[in-house]
């Protein structure tokens, strides 16, 4: 058994889908401590672990993110809202954190720290603390690469000689101009941390100075990179304690009744049904013979219920996407990561929208592996949505695809390789 005490440190979006791996590294001996939002202290505690709220660092939950920077809201460019979010979201907070981790090690005098991608002080601690530091992608790989376009268009990887030299033109200038003041700021809070100025671009820094980096999925669902970083390594998909998720479960009707089933989920944060669900809904109001599951995160479920009666709907707070995803045909969602993984490891095939907070960059992994099809656009329209779900049926290739990477992600034991690279920080 080991002794060793584990602090998880992350940012409040990120802390589902750490949870059943927090619980397993537990029940092999690790004493688990975890530093985020004082919103996740009830999930986290009943899960037996323990728990240290954000005290000088400030949790903005994600549905109040543009009431706490209204000029964010104003930013509709998917680059321009993605530099706002990495500056004023996860770079300035950097002293906060530090100062909050120096008080949780005077209670919790930690072995290693394991954070998420988006925890941008991760590379402040080994200097700080003396202790190994290991990062989780919960996301697209998004390190920067000469074989991969900049991370936060969507983009997909150039073919042609042309692409390809626009694409390196690009890079350049979004790495050097564009997001220049947030690398500035990055270095300012570096300095003051008697660490040397770093010449990668930050979120590069946050992968290639962890001592490991633990990408969620599998290489067959990201683009290849001849220059990737020998820390990374894919561990398969990570998911949330099933405990820990609520779940609205049986469902009222039986899935085998239906020609072919479609579940819908754009996320809980925001939550506006009009950008998917209805029109989804409104896609099939006339077709009985598809059964429709929409979750909606506990937002206005009730309403959505007495908008649409139709029997062949199913409306619920929440669903176990794992016991679900073996009935379903097609799934319909705004590219959560997470989601889009359950959704593979079943061999269930995909319709994927969404531009921001890096939807358009799963969206586009989505397309480019031919996993289903990608709709360019935070508002799908009913018809598109109609069309997408035919095409993706009809087409049997987007299945055997999803079902081709499906067999790639159960050769990953995920708890299992994650806690042998978290063992090799102390050569165990």
Known sequence: MNAKKLLVATTPDSVRPLTALAVYLQ??????????GPSYESLITKLGLGF???ERAQEVPATEVNQVWPQ?????RTLTRFRFDLTHRFLAPIPDFLTDLKAVYAQFPFDAVLCDMAFMAAPFLKSIFKVPVGVFGLGPLGVSSSDAPPYGLGWQPAQSLLSKSRQRLLKYWVRNY????STQLYNTFRKQYGLPASRDFCPDAVLREADVYLQSGVPGFE????DLSPNVQFVGPLFPYRAAMP????????????QRVVLVSQGMH????????IPTLKAFSSDPSTLVIATTGGHQTQQLRQQFPQAHFVLEDYVDFQALMPQVHVFVTNAGYASILAAVQHGVPIVATGLHEGKNEIAARVAYFRLGIRLKTETATARAIRKAVDQVVQQG???????????????YPVHELCHQHIQRFWGE
């Open 27 to 36: 029940s092999q001996g690790y004493e688990v401590g975890w530093y985020t």
């Open 52 to 54: 240290y709220p954000f």
């Open 247 to 258: 779940v609205s479960w049986p469902l009222r009707v039986c899935p085998k009744r239906y």
């Open 223 to 226: 683009y290849q990179r001849r």
């Open 397 to 411: 290739s987007y299945r055997r695809n999803v079902k081709r990477l499906a067999k790639e992600c159960a050769r």
């Open 178 to 181: 564009f997001f220049k003041p």
């Open 270 to 277: 925001p939550f506006d049904p009009q950008k998917l669900l």
């Open 72 to 76: 964010r809201k104003k930013l509709t």
